[in-house]
Structures are given as C-alpha cells and as structure tokens.
C-alpha cells in the first residue's frame, strides 16, 4: 500500500528531530570548537523543516514544501556525518564502522542541495507550471540526475582519503572526482542558465502580478535578497578567525532561514500584505541605527582625543546623546522610509495627520462627522461608509 502524505510528512518529521538530536550529542562528544556557530545551523535547519511540514501539510501536492523538508533531511544527514568523521578520523584513528561510507557519502553528493533547491523557485507560490516550463524541468532533473550519478562513480573510482585530511570541523580535502566525473562539469553552465531563468520568469510574473500574487513575489524577493546578502556575509566573514568574524557569520547563518520563513508567509498567506510595513521598518532601524552608531562614535572621539575628557564620561555621554537623538530620529527616518518605500502608509499617516490638525479647529458636529466619514474612506477606501452619532 502507498503511504499517505501524512504519513510521509510525520516520518519526515520525526527523522528531522533524530537528526538534530545526533547532531548536538555528536558536537557534545566531538568537542566542537565553535558550538554558538552550529547552534546557528542547527536553528536555520529546524526553520527550514518546520516550514516545509506546514506547507505539506496545509497543500499536500505543493512540491515547495517538499523540497524543504528533503532539503532538511539531507543538511542533517550531513551534518551528522562531518562530525562522525571528526569523531572517526580526528579522534579514534580512523577505527570507527561506517567511516569509509560516510567519507564516500559526503564526497559523492556535494551539490545535491543546490540541485534540488532552486526548481522551487519556479514553483512558488502554488507549485504548478506551465506546459513549456515542465518540459524544462524534466531535461533539468534528467541532467541533474546524470550530473549526479557521474560524481558518483568517481568518487567510488578515485576515493578521498580521510585519515589525517579532515579538519577540525569534518570538511574533506578537495577531490575533483577523476576523469569520471570530469565531464559533468560541463553542465554547470546549463544549471547556471535555467536558475537565471527561474529568477528571471518570476522577475516577468512580478511585473504583470497584481493583488495577492503580487503580494506573494514581494515575500519571496524579500527573502531572496536576504539570503543573497547573507551569502555574502558568509563569504567574506566565514574563515571565524576572530569573534568578530564568528558574529558576522552567525548573522548571515541566520540571514539564510528568512528565506523558509518568507516563503511560507507567501504560501499560507499568514499577515502576507504586511511585507511593505516589514520592509520600510526594517530600512528605518538600519538607517537609525547607522546614524545611532555614528553619534555614539563622533562624541567618543571628540570628547576623548580633541577635549580632557576621559573615557567613561565620553561613554556616557555619547551614550545619553544617542539616548536622547533616538525618537526624533526614528520618527523621522520613518518618515523618509515610508515615502519612498511604504506609499501608501505613508499616505494614511498624512492623511490621518490632516484630518486631527482640521478636528482640533472644528466646533460643528457635521462637520467633524463629514470630515471623519471622508478620512476613514480615503484612508482603508471602504465600499459603503456610515457614521451613527450618538444623541
């Protein structure tokens, strides 16, 4: 007998939270030297299988949720199996079963995830496409299919060597997989091609979109860009070599998993019209805290390298200044943000404004009441109005 999709997603489920119970006792007993960064990983991960339980649950024939949980499965197999190789190869010699399996496992499906991650961006939000684009995807998974079994066969004919090669952390040596798995390579261009067109056919579907669409490719563009930035992050600032490197790096860590969480906003459609009050809030309290930033560091060098002022007065002062500066500053900063970002908050806000600046002059009750009526219609535009006064 077939299983149900609830019986799919429940064994999924459970297989998730194994998962991450093997991955902190291993970190435990492996000792990792950077326990906050995995806790990061291990937090992103739980997102992204959370996510991807609800959307199965919520639209079983939805494949976006799918994806998610596979993806989940799949990053906690392998964290598992970087720290079994630490615990093997770094700890016990080598010596400990399933060693040469894990070894072969983890050099053998390195691009597995990217593989399988980005058709999800040609099926969000509903998970259906069009005639022209399944005949993309089945070449796309045929390809993928094949790029795979190639990097397969050569690692199983030119094997890593574990033993003395794997790091702190359970990452192997580079290994290009043999002549075997050469020629694979040659379709790295093909997926770079069809991810581009995956972007860029809901670039064009964002450009016709209106209403709860619309709303919908604004979450995924929110957390596409987030998780562009945190690659970023990660890239620049992931070698950890000092605190400040390993904070950076946790940031961006968790930059990755607004991407799950966006997407199941657009999805489930659960406060899914706030993405613009989301936005403006988010630009504003970056901008105010660059600015915070700026003040807190311009009284601390003016008044401890131009003025006799030692540094504990220069950091509370510095510190009440910023203190002081913060509301008119937010109020402001919002202001700015919500013009060129939030119109039509800002819109209402202007307009709510207008209308307690005429109420203050107003002594007429029909004119406060008519004044109220059209304000409450410009501002949330109903299709019916009524004003009931008490007597």
Same mark, same amino acid.
């Given at each position: 007998?077939?299983?149900s ?45 959370a ?42 010699? *080598?010596? =400990? &079963?399933?060693?040469?399996t ?5 050099? $053998?499906?390195?691009f597995? /995830? !990217?593989? +399988? ?21 089945w ?8 790029f ?7 690692q199983?004919r030119?094997?890593t ?8 952390? *359970?990452e =192997? &040596? ?9 020629? $694979?390579?040659?379709?790295? /261009? !093909?997926? +770079? ?10 670039v064009?579907a964002w ?10 490719l604004?979450?995924?563009a929110?957390g596409g860009?987030?998780?562009i ?19 950076a790096?946790?940031v ?15 999805? +489930?459609r ?16 970056a901008?105010l805290s660059g600015?915070?930033?700026?003040v ?33 500053l ?20 202007a ?41």
């Amino acid at each position: 007998m077939v299983p149900s999709h609830k019986h799919l997603r429940r064994a999924a489920a459970a297989l998730i939270v194994i998962l991450l119970a093997a991955d902190v006792a291993l970190s435990l007993v492996t000792h990792d030297p950077w326990p906050t960064d995995d806790g990061v990983v291990l937090v992103v991960l739980a997102a992204y299988g959370a996510v991807g339980y609800v959307i199965a649950r919520e639209q079983p024939r939805n494949p976006i949720g799918w994806i998610f949980i596979a993806l989940t499965l799949f990053a906690c197999a392998d964290y598992v199996a970087r720290l079994y190789l630490v615990l093997d190869y770094r700890q016990h010699g *080598g010596s =400990l &079963p399933l060693g040469g399996t894990v070894l072969f496992w983890r050099g $053998s499906w390195t691009f597995f /995830p !990217f593989l +399988l991650a980005f058709p999800a961006i040609v099926l969000f939000p509903d998970g259906r496409l069009s005639a022209r684009w399944r005949k993309v995807m089945w070449v796309y998974v045929v390809l993928a299919a094949a790029f795979m079994v190639a990097q397969f066969v050569g690692q199983a004919r030119h094997p890593t060597s574990g033993l003395g090669h794997i790091d702190v952390r *359970g990452e =192997l &040596p580079n290994n290009n997989g043999g002549p075997e798995a050469a020629w $694979s390579f040659a379709l790295v /261009p !093909f997926f +770079l091609g069809v991810w581009i067109a995956f972007v860029w056919h809901q670039v064009g579907a964002w450009r016709s979109a209106s209403g709860v669409l619309r709303a919908q490719l604004k979450w995924l563009a929110v957390g596409g860009a987030t998780l562009i930035l945190s690659v970023v992050v990660l890239v620049m600032f992931g070698d950890g070599h000092s605190a400040g490197a390993r904070i950076a790096a946790d940031v961006g860590t968790a930059g990755i998993g607004v991407l799950a969480i966006a997407i199941g906003v657009a999805i +489930l459609r659960y406060r899914l019209y706030e993405v613009d009050r989301l936005v403006s809030r988010t630009l504003s309290y970056a901008v105010l805290s660059g600015l915070l930033v700026g003040v807190f560091a311009g009284i601390v060098l003016l008044t401890t390298r131009v003025l006799p002022f030692s540094s504990p007065v220069a950091v509370a002062v510095s510190t009440l200044a910023a203190a002081a500066l913060f509301n008119p500053l937010r109020r402001r900063v919002q202001r700015l943000v919500d013009h060129r970002f939030n119109r039509a908050r800002y819109d209402r806000d202007a307009l709510v404004a207008r209308f307690g600046a005429r109420l203050r002059d107003a002594v007429d009750s029909d004119t406060v009441v008519a004044e109220l009526a059209g304000a409450a219609s410009n501002s949330v535009e109903p299709a019916h109005i009524s004003v009931w006064v008490r007597t």
